[in-house]
């Protein structure tokens, strides 16, 4: 190829700049002769061609067997849920304690054999002989126990070490039995052991996977190494994995072996692209030779007839610059005739020409409809530590949660519920995209462990707290991602009437990865109670009068019932983004920020309306704005309902968190209450609550706690219907009542983003460094500074990686002195910090 001669870092320049184009432009444009054989240039593109047709056929070879393998193991899991099911009779007899007093007697007396005999036919039915074994393991002898003696003794060296013996099958015996071994003892004294036969045809039964010729499937028996023939086999031997996926049956020794999910690609995708690319830089040489082949052709053929048209150019290039002169002379003498009327009216005729006619037409933001037709799928994702935070469970969809953690999580709720004799579990899930596949992994996780379960469906979680008291046994899960935005998602759980929070949740994860769940068969049963809920709300609260309130909803499961609650005790109620959204078409559904409530702001003015109410994505918390919309913070309401409690409950505690106002405990005070400062979060509030015995307690975030009257959990439609409750018995309008609550001057919840788990390193390092000389100093929560004219507040969000901060104080200049003064002591630590304020 003849490129020598081109100097590319010159010629290939635009405006100082280098362009690709122009290099393959100029290349182009430099054929001054051909590039190549012909012949090898369609060999370069066939190559080419080929690598990628080789290449998106193994491909398509790999994505077919990956899915043949996603299936076998799929099918797979479902053999052992048969398999667990099959043996779980058998697992129920380990600690019965009838039968541990018909053994004991039996060991005692042998005529009392028979009855033992009996009890365990009625219990397990087709057993085979049942043999009592007297003393410990020390003093048994294998070889008169029969071909099975050192089996047996091993199963009860395994037992007298606590542990359940292992349900298997002893091939030694003719025909095969399926051998169960059960430690006798009376007290921690082992007086010996039990064991008897059944037919492995019990277990072998339940083997009957469906898989296709092109696949294995395996049942076989775990002596520590691989056996040379399984138990029983489905699929084509062919197909056996050398590195299978094994599944271990519970408290036996059988697994289940099938091919791993994740199958052998022959071309792994980082290669398939690679491949593609290389033949498509081949196609593209391809034709980058064959265009300058051509282009010389196209060359040499000009240049044979250049010199004829060489002097008829040059007379038209002569003829065109005449017709120009003549042109511009025309223009020029039109110019002088434009008259002065006409020059005046072209600045206007332009602005007409930009302002247009008419409005143009609204358009809608969104397509309810379009959008729940779309659905979601959800990533597979590895169960990670991270996600058990403090009050709750919560994580990103595809990240951190799928299906799968779902019913892990499931599993443990199912046995800590069974544990502690409180069930069924009510569940429930607010408006998210991601809800229906997590709440069916939740309900499919609790069923397996044998805990009942109660599904109320797509509710707020009020409503599920509702369902747990009325119609459960104080147990429930709520699947909801709050207020965090729409690809997070989350679990609240309550067991027996207590809200998990902190090591018990950090248990839940202990359990699952230790597989310590139960195994059973528990029933769902579908209710409807949002009837029932906003009956039992009327029948606690009428209004004085009648208050006209608009409810902001946000696309967020409150839009279910919220407008409808209010309305039952006698409120007329105008809703707002009432569409179950988990999309958050309009705004994100967080009533703590005032960004948030701008809608909501203009529809009260706009509507007349007395009062503005705002919940949050699972309608647990509250926001309140008057009629001339004045944003009224959660802790001022706070003040309201407080009050409005104390005069029933004279002397009470009332419990707050570190975020809200210490005007807030003055007033308590004042009201001959006892006030009582707390750590952010439900979870937290709610079992201080149960401690001190306090009928109420709030939360800057709008959380607002009732005991009184209620069930002792935050709910943001109950506490809607207390405060209009309030505002409906004074002569006074909501307005004039909500502006003459105490206040200073305040901000909202400032928030500074971080990476995760950096939050919380640097509250540590704050609380520890940090100085302010003049101020009262409380690490309950963070750090809380109290100056004579005002405080502030930094801590760790436990939902999210940010830190939240708050300031209040009598004046401005107050309030700007605090937060210099924490900007200035959060730099100290980290001098790059991005601080809002």
């Known amino acids: 190829m003849a490129f020598e001669k081109l100097d590319i870092r010159e010629k290939s320049k635009v405006d100082g700049r280098f362009d690709i184009k122009k290099v393959f432009s100029d290349l182009l444009e430099s054929a001054d002769k051909p590039s190549a054989?012909?012949?090898?240039?369609?060999?370069?593109?066939?190559v080419g061609a080929l690598l990628i047709v080789v290449a998106v056929l193994i491909k398509a070879w790999d994505t077919w067997s990956g899915w043949a393998t996603s299936e076998a193991s799929s099918t797979g899991r479902q053999v052992v849920e048969q398999l667990n099911q099959a043996v779980a009779p058998f697992m129920g007899l380990q600690d019965n304690a009838e039968l541990q007093q018909l053994a004991r007697a039996a060991i005692d007396e042998p005529e009392n054999l028979p009855a033992l005999q009996s009890w365990l036919e009625n219990?397990?039915?087709?057993?085979?002989?049942?043999?009592?074994?007297?003393?410990?393991?020390?003093?048994?002898?294998?070889?008169?126990?029969?071909?099975?003696?050192?089996?047996?003794?091993?199963m009860m060296y395994i037992a007298s070490q606590g542990a359940a013996a292992?349900?298997?099958?002893?091939?030694?015996?003719?025909?095969p039995q399926l051998v169960q071994l059960i430690r006798v003892r009376e007290g921690e004294e082992v007086k010996g052991f039990l064991s008897f036969t059944a037919d492995p045809a019990r277990v072998l039964g339940a083997f009957n996977p469906e898989v296709g010729s092109e696949s294995y499937i395996a049942l076989r028996q775990d002596y520590g190494r691989q056996s040379e023939k399984p138990l029983k086999e489905a699929g084509s031997a062919e197909f056996a994995p050398s590195q299978p996926d094994r599944v271990l049956v519970p408290g036996t020794m059988f697994r289940v072996e099938m091919p791993l999910h994740q199958a052998n690609e022959l071309l792994p995708w980082g290669r398939f692209f690679a491949v593609v690319i290389a033949g498509l830089l081949m196609m593209g040489a391809t034709k980058f030779l064959h265009e300058k082949n051509k282009r010389w052709m196209a060359?040499?053929?000009?240049?044979?007839?250049?010199?004829?048209?060489?002097?008829?150019?040059?007379?038209?290039?002569?003829e065109r610059r005449r017709e120009k002169e003549t042109?511009?002379?025309?223009?020029?003498n039109k110019g002088k005739e434009t008259s002065l009327a006409e020059k005046q009216s072209a600045p206007a005729a332009r602005k007409k020409e930009r302002e247009p006619s008419e409005p143009p037409p609204l358009q809608l933001r969104y397509d309810i409809a379009e959008r729940w037709k779309k659905g979601i799928d959800i990533p597979s994702v590895e169960l990670k530590e991270s996600i058990f935070r403090a009050y709750d469970i919560r994580g990103q969809i595809g990240k951190s949660l799928d299906i799968d953690i779902a019913y892990?999580?499931?599993?443990?709720?199912?046995?800590?519920?069974?544990?502690?004799?409180?069930?069924?579990?009510?569940?429930?899930?607010?408006?998210?995209?991601?809800?229906?596949?997590?709440?069916?992994?939740?309900?499919?996780?609790?069923?397996?462990?044998?805990?009942?379960?109660?599904?109320i469906g797509t509710v707020p979680t009020g409503v599920l707290y509702y369902a747990t008291f009325e119609k459960g046994a104080g147990s429930g899960v709520m699947l909801t991602g709050s207020h965090n935005p729409p690809d997070y998602n989350g679990f609240k759980i309550m067991i027996g009437g207590e809200t998990l929070y902190g090591d018990q949740i950090k248990d839940l994860y202990r359990r699952i990865t230790h597989g310590d769940v139960h195994v059973g068969r528990g029933e769902v049963t579908e209710l409807d109670v949002v009837q029932d809920y906003c009956e039992r709300i009327a029948s606690d609260i009428k209004l004085d009068k009648p208050l006209r309130v608009v409810i902001d909803c946000g696309n967020g499961v409150g839009g279910v019932c919220a407008a409808d609650a209010l309305r039952?005790?006698?409120?007329e109620v105008l809703p707002l983004f009432d569409e179950?959204?988990?999309?958050?078409?309009?705004?994100?559904?967080?009533?703590?920020?005032?960004?948030?409530?701008?809608?909501?702001?203009?529809?009260?003015?706009?509507m007349g309306a007395d009062l503005g109410l705002a919940l949050d994505g699972d309608a647990d918390r509250l926001g309140v704005v008057t009629a001339e919309g004045e944003i009224i913070f959660p802790d001022r309401v706070m003040i309201l309902l407080a009050l409005d409690v104390l005069e029933r409950v004279p002397g009470a505690t009332i419990i707050y968190d570190v975020k809200s106002s210490n005007k807030l405990g003055k007033a308590i005070k004042d009201a001959g209450g006892k006030p009582v400062m707390y750590k952010t979060g439900h979870s937290l509030i709610k079992a201080k609550m149960k401690e001190l015995g306090s009928p109420f307690a709030g939360e800057m975030s709008g959380h607002f706690f009732f005991e009184e009257r209620w069930y002792g959990v935050d709910d943001g439609i109950y506490g809607a219907a207390r405060l209009l409750e309030i505002l409906a018995r004074s002569e006074q309008t909501p307005t004039e009542i909500l502006k003459a609550l105490p206040t200073g001057v305040s901000t909202p919840e400032i928030k500074v983003e971080m990476e995760e788990g950096e939050n919380h390193a640097f509250i540590e390092k704050f609380k520890q460094e940090a100085q302010f000389p003049k101020a009262k100093l409380s690490t309950i929560d963070g750090l809380r500074a109290d100056f004579h004219d005002g405080w502030g507040l930094c801590r760790a969000s436990n939902t999210t990686p940010v830190l939240i901060l708050r300031f209040e104080a009598d004046t401005e200049d107050a309030l700007n002195r605090i937060k210099r003064a924490f900007a200035g002591r959060m730099r100290e630590i980290d001098p790059h910090l991005d601080l809002p304020f």
């Open 166 to 175: 292992p349900l298997q099958i002893h091939n030694s015996l003719e025909p």
């Open 568 to 571: 039952a005790v006698g409120a």
């Open 37 to 46: 054989d012909p012949r090898l240039i369609f060999a370069l593109g066939a």
């Open 299 to 318: 060359a040499a053929e000009r240049k044979a007839v250049e010199r004829k048209e060489a002097e008829a150019r040059q007379a038209e290039a002569a």
């Open 408 to 455: 892990q999580i499931g599993q443990a709720v199912g046995s800590e519920a069974l544990e502690k004799d409180a069930a069924p579990v009510v569940v429930a899930r607010d408006g998210r995209l991601s809800g229906p596949q997590l709440l069916e992994g939740l309900i499919d996780g609790l069923k397996s462990t044998g805990c009942d379960v109660i599904n």
């Open 123 to 154: 219990r397990i039915g087709g057993i085979g002989g049942v043999t009592l074994h007297p003393g410990t393991v020390h003093e048994q002898r294998p070889e008169k126990m029969g071909p099975n003696g050192f089996a047996l003794v091993s």
């Open 580 to 606: 179950v959204d988990g999309t958050f078409p309009n705004h994100h559904p967080d009533p703590s920020e005032p960004a948030n409530l701008e809608e909501l702001i203009d529809s009260v003015k706009l």
């Open 327 to 332: 042109a511009a002379r025309a223009i020029a």
